[in-house]
């Protein structure tokens, strides 16, 4: 049974990184690690300098080097706001999910 998801808003200064359908976020709360699913309680937490987990709805997980900001978790969705966000490269990963391939002839 697939988990269920939630919206994931992502903003730094410069742009919107990322609006989509995620089914987990792991980030580097400023008390530790935070874990957010689908349902998870309201909550504002400030975010230490490190890498957040994304796992989308379809396709594979994404690590993103952030600097420091605040996570904010509602009934909606999760928002990150911080200052930079770069997607960490995945070795050996295809470069599409098998689901976005076009097929072969």
């Not at 990184?17 to 089914?23: A, G, T």
């Not at 994404?62 to 909606?76: D, F, K, Q, S």
């Amino acid at each position: 049974m697939a988990r269920p998801a939630f919206k994931l808003e992502w903003v730094t200064p410069q742009r919107v990184h990322v609006e989509k359908e995620v089914v987990a976020v792991r980030a580097p709360g400023h008390e530790g690690q935070l874990s957010i699913l689908a349902r998870h309680q309201p909550l504002v937490c400030l975010l230490r300098e490190g890498v957040v987990e994304v796992q989308p709805a379809q396709g594979y997980t994404e690590l993103w080097r952030v600097a420091a900001g605040t996570l904010i978790v509602r009934r909606a969705g999760v928002t990150i706001v911080t200052r930079s966000a770069t997607l960490e490269p995945r070795p050996h990963a295809p470069a599409d999910p098998p689901e976005s391939r076009s097929p072969s002839p």
